[in-house]
């Protein structure tokens, strides 16, 4: 799943070449992406509008329109937003195309657990609910440790646990949660609220330093996973992941322990039990 670095690399793609660009047409060819709303409702709220600027909040993006609304896309599972010139081969499973100009801005998404929807940010707290829940974005907000102090309190569930909680943490997920948590030299079940606060400085450090590496690399792209930036590049981040996907092989930071697979929630997690305590 696209997680904070790969939907930053897709915002500022499309920041480049979406912005300011007049969309002509709108196609919707799968329903489900339009669930929240309608195809029409889509078609409707984006012909003929503008993105006047591409934000994003923890995983979701969300582009303000000339017309007052906004265009909120989740990637969710395997999501990809596709910028190519218009009459090029559409890939399969292509459910929402937006013409601008000579190029089209394509919506791609084999397991179609993907969003796309225009909304009144007026009235956002009762069309997107989720997205005035979301908690502190370790890179679009400020972020230091008494940010993630105050974004841990009152919860003694696991540490993984608590930074997977878009409530409290948004855009962090599987891999940049263990990629994060080994930096740090945590243990992703320590409780949240016992991390001493030298931990929860180290821990804020990498969230940041991790984020930044990986949004630099464009992201990352596994074999299970297709994400890609809005003109198909993989990104290249898994060549430097410390912990994740690397059961059994020697730890790359002590060099001794081999790393080890647990589970939380039904996710596989991964960690180095020498390096991290
Ligand atoms: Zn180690």
């Known amino acids: 799943m696209p997680e904070l670095p790969e939907v930053e ?36 709220g984006l012909t003929g509008t503008r993105i006047t600027a591409v934000t994003r909040r923890g995983k979701s993006l969300v582009c303000p329109l000339d017309s007052g609304d906004a265009l909120m896309i989740h990637l969710r599972m395997s999501g990809r937003v596709l ?6 081969h559409r890939p399969p499973h292509t459910h929402v195309v937006m013409t601008m100009g000579t190029e089209e801005l394509r919506f791609v998404d084999p ?24 908690g502190v974005d370790p890179v679009a907000d400020p972020f230091d440790a008494a940010v993630l102090r105050a974004a841990l309190a009152g919860t003694r569930r696991g540490i993984k ?10 855009g962090l997920g599987n891999i940049y949660t263990d ?7 945590v243990r992703f079940d320590r409780p949240a609220d016992q991390l001493r606060p030298v931990e929860i400085r180290r821990l804020a450090g990498a969230v940041t330093e991790v984020l930044a590496e990986a949004i630099e690399l464009g992201g990352s792209t596994l074999d299970d996973t297709q994400y ?22 020697v730890c790359l930071t002590c060099g ?4 080890r697979r647990a589970s939380v929630g039904g996710r596989s997690t991964f960690f180095c039990a ?3 305590r």
């Open 9 to 44: 690399t897709v915002r500022r793609g499309l920041e480049q070449t979406a912005v300011g660009r007049r969309i002509e047409r709108v196609e919707v060819g799968r329903e489900r992406t339009v669930r929240r709303t309608s195809a029409q409702a889509l078609i409707d």
């Open 256 to 259: 001794k322990a081999p790393i």
């Open 161 to 170: 646990a608590v930074l997977l909680d878009q409530h409290r943490v948004a």
């Open 83 to 88: 910028v190519a010139n218009r009459g090029s």
């Open 179 to 185: 990629e994060v948590l080994h930096r740090a030299g």
């Open 111 to 134: 397991r179609t657990f993907g969003e796309m929807v225009v909304f009144d940010p007026d009235r956002a707290s009762v069309e997107l609910p989720e997205l005035g829940r979301l």
């Open 274 to 276: 020498r390096c991290q």
């Open 228 to 249: 890609v930036d809005i003109l198909g590049n993989t990104g290249s981040y898994q060549e430097h992941h410390l912990v994740y996907g690397r059961e059994g092989e």
